[in-house]
């Protein structure tokens, strides 16, 4: 057998002779309906996503959070508020039919239907137009749901208390409370610390008495009479057991 005999030689078509670039395609004869990912899509994508960026940033330094005093499980009184992008679920649980027994379909089913609904866009409509007046369906739909978010964050905000919030957040003057005093006992005994707190620093229905810079003749009288919303009549107490309790309350300096 001679070299080279028996053997055949087989081209494929598929493999070109020459290497060309990785050049995008060009898009113009389609404008508007799509374009190349790199860099045209991604570069739009990067410079939206600074600009929010930055503005978010912005906002961050003109209106820094709000500080709080430091949290206290025991005051029951306390109603927490969440941030800004969660005030649209947290308006939606106070409905009838999304708190108290139907708290689950609230919380979790409408709100699980929602998100998934969004993953599942880019599955359930696959049509290449990208315009808005071809794709009625998905764009109706987020604007429903953009225009529910803003209703609900907008309730959300104009229901609230801010001025109760305020009060129940504010950062007081600490003063160390002797609960083994006469007068802190006569306190507790007349449901002052219901409204005033066990430490008497205030709640969102009630003032802190401590550091007042009343006298105890004035405390003594606004226990017996009242004073704004503080009605008369609810100290219960001998003339003696006022007359403690108003000097506990007068004493009482911060720090």
Request: glycine content about 10%; proline content about 7%; hydrophobic content about 40%.
């Amino acid at each position: 057998m001679h070299r080279g005999k028996g053997m055949k030689f087989v081209g494929d078509s598929r493999v070109p002779a020459e290497r060309k670039p990785n050049i995008p395609k060009d898009y113009s004869e389609y404008p508007g309906k799509t374009e190349a990912f790199w860099p045209n899509f991604l570069l739009k994508e990067w410079m939206v996503g600074a600009v929010f960026l930055i503005g978010f940033l912005c906002l961050t330094v003109a209106h820094p959070s709000p500080l709080e005093r430091i949290a206290d499980p025991t005051d029951t009184s306390y109603i927490p508020l969440p941030d800004w992008y969660f005030l649209f679920l947290y308006q939606l649980l106070k409905y009838s039919y999304a708190s108290g027994p139907y708290t689950v379909v609230g919380a979790i089913i409408m709100p699980g239907l929602a998100f998934g609904a969004l993953l599942l866009a880019p599955f359930l409509d696959r049509g290449p137009e990208r315009r808005p007046t071809k794709r009625p369906v998905a764009v109706g739909m987020m604007l429903l749901t953009l225009a529910a978010i803003v209703f609900l964050t907008w309730e959300s905000v104009v229901t609230h208390d801010w001025e109760a919030a305020a009060e129940q957040g504010k950062i007081r003057a600490e003063v160390e409370i002797d609960k083994n005093a006469d007068g802190y006992k006569i306190a507790q005994a007349n449901t002052c610390t219901t409204c005033h707190g066990e430490n008497l620093q205030g709640g969102p229905a009630a003032p802190s008495l401590v550091g007042t810079g009343l006298s105890a003749e004035e405390v003594a009288k606004i226990a017996k009479d009242g004073q704004g919303s503080m009605p008369g009549g609810i100290f219960k107490g001998t003339d003696e057991e006022l007359k403690k309790l108003a000097e506990f309350i007068a004493g009482l300096k911060a720090e």
